[in-house]
């Protein structure tokens, strides 16, 4: 899927951080990965090709128990780090994920921003997602599209990696109309693999890989997190 830094199509050539950080991992197990450039797609209908076996695996994954009925997962190879961004002018004080839900429920006309099938990195911020009660969801499928939403004013905040939200914003040139606030918030991310159509070997394999390649992911995250 195009979803840049994390994984960039261009001209059919792929490139960016979890990317990198595969091919790295990959080649180390010994285990050849065909990535599919042609036909890229949003992250929930990853998960669904993933369920059923038309993809083998997908990186910058979160494992969870339900999707452990279909899929297998690897070790953590990187840790994901996720903030909140908002118009400047509506900055506000909270620095954590429980003060954030707090805050939104006591502001009740807020319209927050999300990606359908993402698991975030707080449990609030995802019980919140499962029972929103009065508060206003605006789900969209990609984080790129949740930024078009709050450059246009539609959404009051956003959840959103931290990553890519400095990226986003860099690229747009309008890093200060905008706040990026920090609920130090972070995850393990993982390789999700098809339990349809690769086996528990496969993914020692790679959990082996992950372990001796510690120096290479090192140097990899270090090209891409500078701020």
């Known amino acids: ?16 951080l979890d990317y990198e950080l595969a091919k790295a991992i990959f080649n180390k197990a010994g285990i050849t990965v065909k990535y599919d450039t042609k036909n890229p797609v ?49 900055s506000n004080s909270f620095t954590n994920a429980v003060e954030f839900i707090k805050f939104i429920k006591m502001n ?19 019980d919140l997602i499962k029972n929103p009660g009065s508060t206003i969801l605006i789900t969209k499928n990609s984080h790129e599209q949740l930024m078009e939403l709050l450059s246009s004013n539609i959404v009051d905040y956003i959840i959103i990696d ?8 860099a690229n747009m040139n309008t890093v200060n109309n905008f706040n990026i606030i920090n609920i130090n918030s972070t995850m393990p991310l993982h390789f999700m693999f098809s339990k349809k159509t690769v086996t528990q070997d496969t993914v020692d394999k790679v959990n082996l890989a992950i372990d001796a390649s510690t120096k290479e992911i090192e140097d990899i995250m270090k090209k891409y997190y500078t701020y």
């Open 1 to 16: 899927r195009h979803s840049p830094p994390f994984y960039i199509i261009n001209n059919n050539q792929m490139s960016g």
């Open 42 to 90: 949003f992250w929930k209908e990853i998960l669904t090709q993933i369920e059923s076996g038309e993809k083998d695996v997908i990186g910058e994954a979160t494992d969870t128990k339900e999707r452990e009925n279909w899929a297998l997962f690897s070790k953590a190879y990187r840790l994901d780090s996720q903030s909140v961004v908002t118009k400047s002018a509506q």
């Open 108 to 126: 009740k006309d807020l319209k927050i921003g999300i990606v359908d099938g993402v698991v975030y990195n707080s449990k609030e911020i995802n």
């Open 162 to 169: 931290t990553l890519l939200a400095n990226q986003e914003l």
